[in-house]
């Protein structure tokens, strides 16, 4: 019976992040530091001013009479002036006076809009040189000025040629072009800035500071969630059949009066029991052993020697697209790489395995990368039916396609965990496991210290020493009789 598995307490993100404040707020203050410092040394400054230009019309110059059509809207004749004073024809009278060096890039930053519900102009100019952005902003502005000035007097000029000799004519084209002026009535230089503009180093240095804050923070959280881990039994609601301090060792392994080899036999034991648990009369007769994390190998040796030893014809399918799970152990099999096999000849290709302590198992290589998920379990069922204990050991459920499409196929499937594994790696082996839905699961949890259970050839000594008491003097009755 299991008990429900859960987080361990403080090992959330919240907490991770309170555990790791002081980090935290050490890399939010060095990236406000670099924020501040960087800028500075790596970052021209930029200097902003402005020229203003009131105008004092708000229609076109007609000088013919006083009364030209009036526009209705200060602010429309300011947006199409505005519009006239970033034209070509302006920008280029203004780069002829401006200095030879100002001219290739006064243009960049240059910005002239018009000012909302008023009769003004703006010209904002930037440069690295605080009086280069004066220069910029007023040579534009009287640019703007010059040209006006120039179109005023063209119209008079033509106006003029137009009446003749008609003296009251020539008078009021003279008086209406005087009244009319240039247009502008206020032309306000652009003072010399002291300040660069923004961005300040100050305001980087705070944006810094909080995204590092924020990315460090983020960067613990992350890391929490993918370190969380989780109690007691690791998969909830899955049989647990053995709990060691360590994966079994080859040597033992081969030794069948060993702590490993009794072990493995435990879980063979156990998976017989629940197969009969779930389904009456069911004789598990395929099984596939798989870790969570890890190789699964040596439990997978571990079952099949105790199978064979129990007078079960038993072959090993060694099948991962990371690589052999069982050439560690000494399996026979070189040249997987190259082996592809239909799944009707998987039990022709079978080679003899001498484990040791009169276990003999069979073996049977696949290369994992070019089988079809969906043709795996005809083999497995060709093998059982050639009457094998059939053990398939491959990748985990979560990453291999060959041991998720197993799973489906099998009777039972064995999963070798740790003690305390990341909650992401149980939740994504769970959910595998209730997709390919076996008849029977299980699960062996490996590094758990806390009883001092050994699963290698090496016995130590337990973490926890306990009071052995002294066993009662058997009676003849039952003196050699297995307890």
């Known amino acids: 019976m299991t008990t429900s598995s859960h987080v361990r307490n403080g090992s959330g993100a919240w907490g991770a992040i309170s555990r790791q404040r002081w980090k935290i707020l050490a890399v939010a203050v060095l990236m ?10 790596l970052l021209t400054p930029s200097y902003a001013t402005t020229s203003t230009i009131t105008l004092s019309k708000d229609r076109p110059y007609d000088p013919t009479t006083s009364n030209a059509s009036s526009l209705g809207d200060p602010t429309k004749w300011a947006t199409l002036q505005a519009a006239v004073a970033g034209s070509e024809t302006v920008l280029a009278v203004a780069e002829s006076t401006l200095p030879v060096d100002l001219r290739p890039t006064f243009r960049d930053g240059l910005e002239i809009v018009a000012v909302d ?3 003004q102009i703006t010209v904002t100019a930037a440069a690295e040189d605080p009086q280069d952005a004066a220069t910029i902003a007023d040579a534009v502005a009287t640019a703007y000025q010059t040209v006006n000035t120039q179109k005023v007097q063209q119209a008079t000029t033509a106006a003029l040629a137009a009446v003749g000799s008609d003296t009251d004519q020539q008078q009021t084209v003279n008086l209406n072009a005087s009244a009319y002026g240039n247009g502008i009535s206020v032309l306000d230089a652009a003072p010399v800035p002291t300040v660069a503009s923004p961005p300040y180093a100050w ?5 810094a500071g909080l995204v590092g804050l924020l990315a460090a923070s983020g960067a613990v959280a992350w890391r929490a ?3 969380q881990r989780v109690d007691s039994p690791p998969l909830e609601d899955v049989a647990e059949l053995g709990r060691w301090t360590s994966a079994p060792r080859g040597r033992g392994i081969g030794d069948q ?25 069911l004789e598990v007769s395929s099984v596939l052993v798989t870790a969570a994390t890890g190789n699964a190998g040596a439990l997978a040796t571990g079952l099949a020697a105790a199978a064979a030893r129990s007078g079960r014809r038993v072959v090993l ?9 069982l050439a560690a152990f000494g399996a026979p099999v070189a040249g997987a790489e190259q082996r592809i096999l239909p799944e009707r ?8 395995w001498v484990i040791g302590g009169g276990a003999v198992v069979g073996v049977l290589p696949l290369e994992a990368r070019s089988l079809q998920p969906h043709v795996v379990g005809a083999g497995v069922r060709h093998l059982v039916e050639a009457g094998y204990l059939v053990i398939f050991v491959g990748g985990s459920v979560v990453n291999s396609p060959v041991a998720f499409a197993v799973a489906g196929e099998v009777d039972a499937v064995l999963v070798q965990i740790e003690a305390e594994p990341r909650a992401e790696v149980v939740s994504r082996t769970l959910a595998q496991l209730s997709i390919a839905a076996p008849s029977v699961v299980a699960q062996v949890v490996v590094g758990d210290t806390s009883n001092g259970t050994p699963a290698s050839g090496e016995r130590g000594e337990p973490l926890r020493q ?3 008491a002294q066993p009662p003097a058997q009676t003849p009755e039952v003196s050699g009789h297995r307890g």
């Open 32 to 41: 406000a530091v670099l924020g501040y410092v960087l800028p500075s040394q």
């Open 117 to 119: 519900e008023s009769n």
């Open 203 to 207: 305001q980087i240095a705070v944006l």
């Open 225 to 227: 969630h993918l370190n």
């Open 257 to 281: 009066n060993s702590v490993e080899s009794r072990n493995a036999g435990i879980v063979l034991v156990g998976l017989q029991h629940l197969g009969h648990l779930r389904t009456p009369r």
């Open 317 to 325: 399918v060694d099948a991962d697209e990371d690589g052999s799970r």
């Open 345 to 352: 000849r998987w039990s022709e290709e079978i080679h003899p």
């Open 466 to 468: 306990r009071p052995v």
